[in-house]
């Protein structure tokens, strides 16, 4: 049952990335430049992140080791994140945000594959399989069949 409750957890957060692209495309729009949405995006966020991090802390009666990760770790997954928005909020209007979230999945599976396949960071290593070979084939198959048919 956890497993299952997880995937629709998964499944959540990719809907909500789908809906995010068009709504920061749009602010994007409004704004007359998308690297400023963006920027309304993160920091819109980093605001409400804070204010559960607040409110985590407060209910855990404990606060997080801000000296305790080296300085690349605060700004390197701020960074991959930038470059993701950023071209979703430009890509969204000129190719659609179903082909937009295709190639974004893609990507992820394939640069996933290759964290695995190498343990980045410390994970567990896994090891490439033709199944994992054969799936990502076919999302990128899949992805390049929701752009151009």
Request: with cysteine; charged share 10%; aromatic share 8%.
């Amino acid at each position: 049952m956890a497993a299952f409750l997880w995937a629709l957890l998964g499944i959540a957060a990719g809907a909500c990335i789908a809906i995010q692209a068009p709504i920061n495309a749009m602010l994007g729009r409004g704004l007359g430049m998308p690297v400023a949405a963006a920027c309304v995006s993160f920091l819109s966020g980093a605001a409400i992140l804070a204010l559960v991090v607040l409110l985590t802390s407060a209910f855990e009666a404990r606060s997080p080791d801000w000296r305790g990760p080296d300085l690349w770790l605060y700004i390197a997954g701020g960074a991959l994140g930038t470059v993701y928005v950023t071209t979703a909020i430009f890509l969204t209007p000129r190719i659609g945000a179903a082909a937009v979230m295709a190639f974004a999945v893609s990507g992820q599976l394939l640069a996933g594959i290759l964290l695995d396949r190498i343990g980045f960071l410390g994970m567990a290593v896994r090891e490439v399989s033709v199944g994992r070979i054969g799936g990502a084939v076919l999302l990128v198959a899949g992805a390049l069949m929701i752009r151009f048919l």
